[in-house]
Every structure is written in structure tokens, then in C-alpha cells.
């Protein structure tokens, strides 16, 4: 594992074709489900020479993953160290396993996320994720400020008021957080007279929801974060199957791709690579990955991308935020759009806190979105002329009362509130 992405792109590209082949040998040795799948579509893996040639394999979907598990460990089971799962597709959650290089590389990872963002040894920083619940992602924080020398504060998800006594206990310089969960935080210091505005935190490395629109501007939830609160907010972007992260550095035109650590591809529904600003859904192949390497992983994510150089000097391919998954892109009157698109609108008009958005069919099979909003929310009209000001389109809208809402919002089965229902 060297990092590429200082590199020209000619090396890049030969970099990481190098690993992608020694991947693509590993794999075919090693992965009882590729080596059944290689031999079903009679490709000889040596065959791989140039990076088309990956494409005569078909892409492999959250649904393999499920439905064949085991046949995804490449390694003896004693190896295998750490247990997660990842949110599953049918219902419930799949397995994932590490082992001792997994981890490794994990750090690895996340070690030059974080310095990528500005953070050094001397600074402290503040994981207000879960650590555990068989969540990868947390680990993966840990390992890699261990791994820069950093000094961590482990104080998990939630409970703000924590939080707050651990940031005036020992004044940590950065966070890493979920980004609605800093404006709930910004909520108790405000009710609790807090000196937020003075506090240790310079800025904040954010998952789980994006911050940026797709011209990398803040969107209206990274604004009404920084409008309470003046720091800094980074994306970065991961999943448990990519086993890796896209982190930004501090121009903010994208989440780098490490390259040396996954391949990926941006695809359009022919399976063919999008140009650099065209949507289409990330597949990615996670290089150096030995428990379950993944070969053509179909994340479901569709985004964008850019390929021209970053002014903080890194050549890699940097992605644009995710704007919905495939599977969830909704066609309403003519209009193409993702949740992402609908939950901007809702988040820029600012009067509702809490809401949902659910996707039916209609008799005539055409799709129909509602949102849900709290019933103390009378203005249904003004919303929907203000969806049509900005979509040219306007969902149905309709109220519930908010303890029920909340209540669908933040399902017990899940580590994040589920804003979008998809009931097609
Ligand atoms: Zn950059």
C-alpha cells in the first residue's frame, strides 16, 4: 500500500492496474463464489490485462452477497478477526469479516483520510459514532487516528450532553459525527448555555448524509450547520462492503479516491463508464482485501465524478456526493430525480424538522411521492408551490402526528433514521 494519488495519472492508472491484477489472481485462488463464477462465465482470470477487461465479468449485487455469504470467505476461518454486518437489501443485515491485514488496510485508510483533512498528531479528536453494534466504520476511525497518533475521545453515538462535558473535559480540536446529529448537539448548547460558539472543535468530519450538492457548494443541511456554527465540515463517504473511504481534502471538490485501495467505476445503466459530471452508480473493486474481497461490487450509490486535478496537488479521481440509490430513482411527471433531490428542497425551505418521504406506485404504474410532515405544520400549499419553484415538480403532502413520525423515522432495526420509504 503506497499512496498514488500524488502521482501523475499515467502511474496512477499503471499503479493501480498492477494491484487490480494481483486482486483479480487472488481472488480466483482464494474465493470460493468468483472461482464458481469465473469458471460459469469461462474467463480465465489471467486473461485480465487491461482495466476493459474486467467488464466481461458481470457486476456482483447486495443480493450475491446475501443469498451466498459464505461462499465469500477467501480466508480459514481462524484468521478471521473482526465480525460486522452490513445493512442487507432483503430484510436483514449481511455478514462481513476482517482479518489481520483487513485491518490493516483499514487503517490505513483511514489514517490518510484524516491526515488528508489537516488532522496531525498533536490534535485530539472526538468519535461521536458507535464503536461497536457490529458497525466497521467506527473501528475503522480508531485504527486509523491510532495509526497517525492522534489523541481519541471515544464517547459513541448520542447523548449530547456528553458530548459537550468531553469536548469542555478535553477540548478536542476535531469530531467526527453524522451531520444531523451536530445541529441535535447544537440544540443542547443553545438550551443549555453552552459557549458552543467558543469551543475547542475546529471541524468536523461528517458521514452518513451528504453536505455538498453536486457542485460541491454546501447543501442547505452543511449551511444551516455552519450558519449556527463556525467550523469547518468534511465529507467522507464509505460502506461496509467498499471497505474503504472517500474523504475530502480541504479544497472540498469531492471525496478523493485512494486508488491504491479500490478501483471504481461509475456506470450508466448499459453498464458503460459515464462521463466526468453524468450520474451513474459507483461499482467498486476494494484492492488488497483478503476476508471477503469483492470483485465489481454494485454499491447501488449513483453519483458523479471528476478526473481533473485537485489544487491540493492529488491527481486521483474525486466523487460527487451520492444523490440516491438506484434502485430509489423516482420519475415524477417526466422529472427524473433520487430522495437526495427531494430531501434538499425540504431541508433548504427550513420549516420542518422531522419528515418523511415514501414512493408508491400509482393505478397507472406511474410513481407517486408523498412527504410527511409533523401535523402541526399547516402551510401544505406554500410547500408545494416552493417544490415547484425549485423541481418543476410538487410530491403530495401530508401530516401525521409527530410522535408517530418520529417513530418511523428512527426504526429500532436500524443504525440510521430511514427518511425515504420506498413502497414500489
Ligand atoms: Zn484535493
Not at 469536548?167 to 448537539?185: G, N, T
Not at 469547518?232 to 478523493?256: I, K, R
Not at 491540493?312 to 415524477?332: A, E
Amino acid at each position: 500500500m503506497s499512496d498514488l494519488s500524488f502521482e501523475k495519472i499515467e502511474q496512477i492508472k499503471a499503479g493501480q492496474l498492477k494491484l487490480l491484477k494481483q486482486q483479480v489472481e487472488y481472488i480466483s485462488k482464494n474465493s470460493p463464489f468468483y472461482k464458481k463464477l469465473f469458471s460459469e462465465n469461462s474467463i480465465d482470470p489471467q486473461e485480465l490485462q487491461i482495466f476493459e477487461d474486467l467488464q466481461k465479468l458481470p457486476v456482483t449485487t447486495k443480493e450475491d452477497l446475501q443469498r451466498n455469504n459464505s461462499e465469500f470467505i477467501a480466508v480459514p476461518e481462524a484468521d478471521i478477526i473482526d465480525y460486522v454486518t452490513t445493512s442487507g437489501t432483503l430484510g436483514s443485515p449481511v455478514n462481513f469479516a476482517l482479518n489481520n491485514v483487513d485491518l490493516d488496510r483499514l487503517a490505513e485508510n483511514e489514517y490518510r483520510s484524516f491526515a488528508q483533512v489537516g488532522i496531525k498528531k498533536e490534535d485530539k479528536v472526538q468519535i461521536t459514532t458507535t464503536l461497536d453494534r457490529r458497525f466497521m466504520a467506527g473501528l475503522a476511525y480508531f485504527l486509523g487516528l491510532r495509526k497517525l497518533g492522534a489523541g481519541i475521545i471515544r464517547t459513541g453515538s448520542g447523548l449530547p450532553q456528553l458530548q459537550w462535558e468531553s469536548i469542555e473535559r478535553f477540548k478536542p480540536d476535531y469530531l467526527v459525527a453524522v451531520p444531523s446529529f451536530l445541529l441535535k448537539m447544537i440544540q443542547y448548547a443553545e438550551e443549555n448555555d453552552i459557549d458552543y460558539q467558543n469551543s475547542s472543535i475546529k471541524a468536523a468530519i461528517c458521514i452518513g448524509e451528504p453536505l455538498r450538492d453536486q457542485e460541491f457548494n454546501l447543501n442547505a443541511l452543511g449551511k444551516k450547520i455552519t450558519e449556527l456554527w463556525n467550523i469547518e465540515l468534511f465529507s467522507t463517504y464509505a460502506s461496509t462492503e467498499m471497505s474503504t473511504a472517500f474523504t475530502e481534502c480541504p479544497a472540498h471538490l469531492g471525496n478523493h479516491v485512494a486508488s491504491d485501495l479500490i478501483y471504481t467505476e461509475i456506470l450508466n445503466e448499459d453498464g458503460q463508464q459515464v462521463e466526468p459530471g453524468e450520474v451513474g452508480e459507483l461499482v467498486v473493486t476494494p484492492l488488497g482485501t483478503q476476508t471477503m474481497p469483492l470483485l465489481r461490487f454494485a454499491t447501488g450509490d449513483m453519483l458523479t465524478y471528476c478526473e481533473d486535478a485537485c489544487s491540493c496537488g492529488r491527481n486521483s479521481m474525486r466523487l460527487g456526493p451520492v444523490l440516491g440509490r438506484k434502485q430509489q430513482k423516482i420519475k415524477l411527471k417526466g422529472t427524473s430525480l433520487y430522495p437526495q433531490h427531494i430531501i434538499e428542497v425540504l431541508n433548504a425551505y427550513g420549516k420542518i424538522e422531522n419528515f418523511l418521504i415514501e414512493a408508491y406506485l400509482d393505478d397507472l404504474n406511474n410513481d407517486k411521492v408523498i412527504v410527511i410532515a409533523p401535523n402541526s405544520f399547516d402551510k401544505l400549499e406554500e410547500l408545494k408551490d416552493y417544490f415547484r419553484s425549485r423541481l418543476n415538480v410538487a410530491p403530495e403532502i401530508r401530516v401525521l402526528p409527530v410522535a408517530e413520525l418520529i417513530k418511523m423515522k428512527f426504526p429500532k432495526t436500524s443504525r440510521k433514521p430511514q427518511i425515504f420509504r420506498d413502497f414500489r
